[in-house]
Nanobody, 124 residues
Framework: QVQLVESGGGLVQPGGSLRLSCAAS????????MGWFRQAPGKEREFVAD????????TYSDSVKGRFTISRDNARNTLYLQMNSLRPEDTAVYYC?????????????????WGQGTQVTVSS
């Protein structure tokens, strides 16, 4: 059974950077689209970014476009989220998730496997 484990969260000052990683177990990582979502206290889980199997089709939410970069290393079974120019409103628990074989998208119901999440706090 596939498991996803996020790491790299923490406390950072506004304007700072963090790099999140999501390690996937199993041999099928490269067969699926992957995505990042986040959930702030009292808010619904929201889409951040997704990436297709080859990494040549990427989508970002408007709130992170130009600041965050999603990438994947299929040889290492790892998904990444580079976060720059962080803002207090980026504070949330960040989750990686496995989508379908050909499509991920912005809807959380399209993702069948989720990690446990990693906390990102942006504060001075």
């Amino acid at each position: 059974q596939v498991q996803l484990v996020e790491s790299g969260g923490g406390l950072v000052q506004p304007g700072g950077s963090l790099r999140l990683s999501c390690a996937a177990s199993g041999r099928t990582f490269s067969d699926y689209t992957m995505g990042w979502f986040r959930q702030a206290p009292g808010k619904e889980r929201e889409f951040v970014a997704d990436i297709n199997r080859l990494g040549d089709r990427i989508t970002y939410s408007d709130s992170v476009k130009g600041r965050f970069t999603i990438s994947r290393d299929n040889a290492r079974n790892t998904l990444y989220l580079q976060m720059n120019s962080l803002r207090p409103e980026d504070t949330a628990v960040y989750y990686c998730a496995r989508g379908g074989m050909t499509y991920g998208g912005r809807a959380s119901y399209a993702y069948g496997v989720w990690g446990q999440g990693t906390q990102v706090t942006v504060s001075s």
